[in-house]
Nanobody, 124 residues
Framework: QVQLVESGGGLVQAGGSLRLSCVASGLTFSYHAMAWFRQAPGKEREFVAAITSSGSSTYSADSVKGRFTISRDNAKSSVYLQMNSLKLEDTAVYYC?????????????????WGPGTQVTVSS
């Protein structure tokens, strides 16, 4: 059974930083592209960042470019999202997702497995 478990969310002031972690089990982690998505109240789920299975290539949304960094450690079956210079509009539930292939995309339909999410709240 595949499981993805996110951690590291919480309450932070605007301008601050958080590091999200996601640990995967039940799959060959090094085969799968990984991504982070987020969903704010009343809004659709949106792409944040993705990384290929080897970690050699990353891709992020324009809204977080230069502030958020995705990385992975295949030996630990983990993917991370370092979030700096957080803004109020970054408040959302953040989801970790495992892709159906080694190639990263921004489309939720290309991700077969999802974690339950972790709440990130940015305050003024």
């Amino acid at each position: 059974q595949v499981q993805l478990v996110e951690s590291g969310g919480g309450l932070v002031q605007a301008g601050g930083s958080l590091r999200l972690s996601c640990v995967a089990s039940g799959l060959t982690f090094s085969y799968h592209a990984m991504a982070w998505f987020r969903q704010a109240p009343g809004k659709e789920r949106e792409f944040v960042a993705a990384i290929t299975s080897s970690g050699s290539s990353t891709y992020s949304a324009d809204s977080v470019k230069g502030r958020f960094t995705i990385s992975r450690d295949n030996a630990k079956s983990s993917v991370y999202l370092q979030m700096n210079s957080l803004k109020l509009e970054d408040t959302a539930v953040y989801y970790c997702a495992a892709g159906s292939s080694p190639w990263s995309t921004r489309w939720p339909g290309d991700y077969a497995y999802w974690g339950p999410g972790t709440q990130v709240t940015v305050s003024s």
